[in-house]
């Protein structure tokens, strides 16, 4: 029955060749069981009827009843489209089509009622259904039960094929029928039982042909557990092997390095929520086992410090450490801090990035190797074949969201036995995620932010307040201020966005003149020399404006910076937005983030805009940007780092699920860490098969 349920999709009646092609590209629909596995997005309880009078273009999609009065075809040749005229005792709504005119005029009877279901479309003033669904009355009442009708997402490619949510629909009652499908279980009996839920057969024909709410629920329920539990014991089970195959090294001392720095150097008093997490990281460098730790903690908490902690605690106990940054930028003010920091201590450390010349390069390999460097700053240069180390035993890598999760695992490549790992983020993320993003790491979290630190005030400005923003920033320049100026770049419109950056520079001279005024403009296509010429300018307070793309938007740390300008704010992703503001703020002067937007904004961009207005806490941002974002929001999942699609799960609503399916994931294991006894078979079997689909748990790891 497996093999029925692995048939390729072109076989199913109402398919073929074509439609396979195109089921495959648009929604990666290549079998039976993929189409199974293609849920409703939405059901609509078509119990429900409207009268025409009812009707505004506000409502989703509607149901109603009545007669067709007229039929005509309008329009010119290309343009020709077939409308009705639909009747009820209430009113008249057209109905129109652009496609399959005839054909459609030929099966619309006048003398019978129909049902038509479609959405209210505003055209012009008037209000009307195009490409609705139509059914004779009679048929209808004969067909559903339940009443509730689910809904598929399709694409436009799809649509222009015909193979509407309908059709959809149609192929999956096909399917059923064809064969009854016997589907196997993929959670152990006893599973099933314990937690009350429907068999994995049972639950799949309901969500599609649902009878109610009720057996809907329960189905839902168990598809969405089963989807959120695998991913868990996924990973809780690579963090078992982990465990069992890896050594950490033990770290069991402080010692004049840590101690020297704490009592001579460290310019400030550890925040309390520093202090606690640089004693969850001792305790886990002296435990034995190998540490895999997330740091979170928002902009400007000082994270930095607590990494440089850790790896003098490596270099206490006769380690090498490695801080690993996301760009040069941030790797050499790493190293800068670094300089700041240790001063005068006997510490050997070095900066490797994509520029550091040959003869310098060769000389870092030379001091790794033999352990005279204790401490490599730097970039994805830091982690080449080339680069050995003679005893690397932890490594920091900053702002993570930037390093490829491949690369993560290459360094551990390095040792036989793995360095710790601590990973640092400012990107807040919403525990759910994390949970599943990075479920295998212990999290750390500094909720606190050094002391006297202002909060940034956040204004959001229409395009018509230019000119009063101009004298604000004039003002604060004359105090002594520095102002970024952000513009947005994607990639797919890079031509335009140029564009945008190139006007706001030149306009951004007119208003504010040399010699006056000194502005410098940072952008990717810039060489790295000349990125961090204009950056120093900036640091030594050279330059008072820098107009920048969001190449800045990672860690940068010039406290004298204290206005954020972002113009089209409205095009940016609320985590952008977050981290963007971060880069104010860090001196104890009152910052500003000033959001510049069109007067016209989608509700959507103007929510996002308001909760920035709102509110400063990362983790706030986080949810809110998790909610925002539907579940379709394949770009937005992508930028965010989440390297796969959820099914029919949430991650901002189905909280209490995921919690119970990690829960059960961690009991299970705890049973029967190679999930090896008979019950459990079908586990590693279902992890096997979802190890091979479009799911990539490689990068989760
Ligand atoms: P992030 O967590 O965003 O990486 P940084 O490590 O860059 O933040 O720290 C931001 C600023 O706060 C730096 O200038 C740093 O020197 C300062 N800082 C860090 N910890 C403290 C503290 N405990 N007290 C005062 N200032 C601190
Ligand atoms: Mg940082």
């Known amino acids: 029955m497996a093999e029925f349920l692995q048939t390729d999709i072109k076989f199913l009646p109402g398919v073929g060749p074509k439609r396979a092609e195109l089921l495959k590209q648009e929604l990666n629909i290549t079998t039976f069981e993929d189409l199974l596995y293609h849920f409703p997005y939405k059901y609509i309880d078509r119990t429900r009827f409207y009268k025409i009078r009812e009707i505004h273009s506000q409502l989703p999609y509607i149901q109603i009843r009545g007669k067709i009065s007229s039929v005509e ?14 009747t009820d005792d209430t009113g008249m709504i057209e109905l129109v089509w652009f496609r399959g005119t005839s054909w459609i005029r030929e099966t619309l009877k006048r003398d019978r009622e129909y049902v038509v279901f479609g959405k209210p479309n505003l055209h012009g003033r008037q209000i009307n259904l195009v490409h609705p669904e139509m059914e004779e009355s009679e048929k209808f009442e004969k067909q559903l039960s339940g009443g509730f009708q689910a809904m598929y997402s399709t694409t436009e490619k799809l649509k222009n094929n015909y193979l509407s949510s309908r059709t959809l629909q149609k192929l999956i009652t096909t399917l059923y029928q064809s064969q009854k499908p016997k589907i196997p279980e993929t959670l152990p009996d006893r599973l099933v039982r314990k937690l009350n839920f429907s068999s994995l057969e049972k639950a799949l024909y309901t969500v599609h042909f649902p009878a109610g709410t009720k057996e809907l629920e329960k189905a839902r329920a168990r598809l969405k557990f089963e989807e959120l539990f695998f991913i868990q014991l ?25 101690n020297g720095f704490y009592r001579e150097r460290l310019p ?64 050499n003010q790493h190293y800068a801090t670094l300089k700041i920091m240790l001063g005068d201590m006997p510490v050997k450390y070095g900066l490797l990035t994509g520029s550091t010349k040959k003869a310098e390069r060769e000389d870092i390999h030379a001091g790794l190797l033999d352990g005279n460097l204790q401490i490599l700053v730097g970039t994805h240069a830091l982690i080449e074949e080339t680069v050995q180390f003679s005893n690397l035993g932890l490594v920091v890598i900053d702002e993570q969201h930037r390093f490829g999760v491949a690369q993560r695992a290459r360094l551990w490549q390095k040792n ?54 101009h004298g604000f920033m004039k003002k604060q320049i004359a105090e002594g201020g520095q102002i970024y100026i952000v513009y947005p770049l994607i990639k797919e419109s890079e031509k335009m966005d140029y564009k945008d950056l190139e006007d706001g520079y030149f306009s951004i001279r007119q208003a504010f003149p040399s010699p006056d005024y000194a502005v410098s403009i940072v952008h990717g296509k810039l060489k790295t020399e000349e990125k ?60 500003y983030c000033i959001l510049m937007s069109s007067h016209k904004l989608s509700d959507d961009a103007r929510l996002r805009l308001e909760t920035m207005v709102r509110t400063n806490d990362g983790f706030e941002i986080a949810e809110a940007d998790l909610k925002l974002r539907g579940p379709g929001d394949l770009e937005g ?45 079908v586990l590693l079997k279902q992890l096997k098969k979802l190890s091979r689909g479009p799911f990539d748990w490689s990068v989760i790891s």
């Open 416 to 469: 036989i036995q793995p360095p710790h790992v601590l990973v640092m983020t400012a990107t807040p993320i919403p525990r759910t995620l994390a949970m599943t993003l990075y479920g295998d790491l212990d999290i750390s979290v500094i909720d606190e932010l050094p002391p006297g630190r202002k909060p940034v005030k956040t204004l959001h400005f229409t395009d018509s307040k230019r000119l009063r923003v």
């Open 234 to 258: 996924n990973i809780l089970k690579q963090k078992v092997h982990r465990e069992t195959h890896f050594q950490g090294f033990v770290f069991p001392k402080v010692g004049d390095y840590l």
């Open 637 to 681: 999942t992508q930028q965010s780092g989440i390297p796969f699609q959820l099914k029919i799960a949430s991650l901002s609503k189905d909280t209490q699920i995921l919690q119970y399916a990690r829960k059960i994931a961690i009991e299970m294991l705890e049973e029967d860490p190679l999930l090896d006894e008979p019950d459990n078979a």
């Open 73 to 86: 075809i309008a329009g010119a040749k290309y343009k020709k489209r077939l409308v009705a005229q639909f």
């Open 532 to 591: 961090n010429f204009e950056m120093k300018r900036f640091i030594q307070k050279k330059t008072h404006i820098m107009v920048a793309t969001t190449v800045i938007e990672v860690g940068v740390d010039i406290p004298n910076a204290s206005v954020m300008i972002i113009e089209s704010a409205e095009r940016f992703g609320l985590l952008q937005l977050h981290q963007l503001r971060g880069r104010v703020g860090r001196g104890a002067e009152q910052s």
């Open 268 to 331: 400030f008093v550890l925040t309390d929520a520093q202090k606690k997490v640089v004693r969850e990281i001792r305790r886990d460098l002296g435990s034995g086992r190998q540490m895999n730790r997330l740091l979170q903690g928002d902009v400007g908490c000082g994270k930095t410090l607590v990494a440089l902690m850790s790896m003098l605690i490596a270099l206490d106990n006769g380690f090498q450490a490695a801080l690993m940054a996301p760009t040069e930028i941030l790797a």
